[in-house]
């Protein structure tokens, strides 16, 4: 008899009301964003032209705890709070003592943790009378998530996909059309920046650079359109606390805090959603957990990339932000984890990774599936490719307690299912997936087009 259940929920009362701003404890704070053209501190007014007010409040305030607005919470109450589990029989497969547990987030409408943010940016919108959004997507998590959110506010949603994954991924396409968004493969001839990039490379294959680009400058160019990210950005990551601040109170139930935290990193939000939380105990000196960020060997941001100034995106509309890149012209080969194939990281996930509070790591994407079948098979979920990332650390991480005979709490972020991503699975399952290394001479030609930015005086 099993002393933890297999799942561990939480009652719809006790879903959170608030989200965690990991800024109000941070010792070193982040450099101020810049803008593009002047590469001055940008102002509120400037960023108003793509975000709504609120959303600026929260990309800059320094208040611990924000409130969940309760049209917000009613949204959230349709999926939430998410399942914490107990990976027994993983476990067992492994012969490892460590306790493994996962914060599944693919019970979502869009099968996985997007959902998160997209209904709090869309709400914010609609407050503010904007009537459509444009925005960008890797392997589509994030533009379905869009489309359905602003489908249940009655906003219009265009979504620049980036070509390989529109390619890889027909049916994310299908998802997000079934919900009313206009879907375009991304380099793009809607817009200025995707017209420039084909007329260089007819062939581009894309890059959330390039995609970025496209969605800032469609929001900018009207009055009834804002811009919505599904990472990177502090807002973002705050409104992915939920995750972490559900979590805290699910393993509170039975009496567990995790030695480690793992969770993929592409932009940084859904690490830092099951992470932060715990994080504030971490920098309060309480507690002694490791944290473990893991991206593509394909797209090492952090473990290999500058800490630096850098654009957010290919053609330099996004303003300018203190973080970790591989640089903003990066574009990424065409591996299937597409939601992890960002040059440049979130701007607090950088700062906190700069100050040893947390660990980076990177791994190839044949590993990474071998690690999501033996997930599959044990646990009955197919995670998608980003997930699976975290899973193959967790499972290394579980082998060595199992060599060291140490009884570890191991909590990781399944961020989503692999419905999906079938097609990832079965190039792997004939043999047609291999591993792509970043050499240093790749990240020395990336880094060229990073800019010489001396942090400003503030």
Known sequence: MKNVPYRIYLDEKELPKKWYNIQADMPVKCQPALNPQTHKPIGPEELSAIFPMELIKQEVTQERYIDIPEEVQEMYRSFRPAPLCRAYRLEEALGTPAKIYYKYEGTTPSGSHKMNTAIPQVYYNKKEGITRLATETGAGQWGSALSIASQMFGLECMVYMVKVSYEQKPYRKSLMQTYGAKVTPSPSEYTKAGR??????????????????????????RKDTSYALGSVLNHVI?????????????MEKIDEYPDMVIGCCGGGSNFAGISFPFMR????DKRKTRFIAVEPAACPTLTKGKFSYDFGDTAKMAPITMMYTLGHDFVPEGIHAGGLRYHGESPLVSQLYHDGFIEGRSVH??????????????????????????IQV????????KETGEEKTILFALSGHGHFDLAAYEAYL?????????????????????PSIECPSI
Not at 281 to 284: L, Q, R, S, T, Y
Not at 366 to 388: C, G, H, N, Y
Not at 433 to 450: H, N, P, Q, R, S
Request: proline letters at 3%; charged letters at 30%; one cysteine or more.
């Open 430 to 450: 004939s043999g047609k997936i291999g591993d792509v290394e970043y050499t240093d001479d790749m990240l020395a030609e990336g880094l060229k087009c990073v």
């Open 281 to 284: 105990d971490k920098i309060a």
């Open 196 to 221: 420039e990039i084909l007329k260089k490379d007819p062939e581009s294959l894309g890059s959330l650079g390039i995609a970025i680009s496209e969605a800032v400058e469609d929001a900018a160019s």
């Open 365 to 390: 994407q044949t590993k990474v599936f071998e690690a999501a079948i033996q997930f599959a098979r044990a646990e009955a979920i197919l995670p998608a490719p980003e997930s699976a990332h975290a």
């Open 238 to 250: 705050l409104h992915q606390t939920i995750i972490g601040e559900e979590a805290i109170k699910q």
């Open 394 to 401: 967790a499972i290394e991480e579980a082998k060595k307690c």
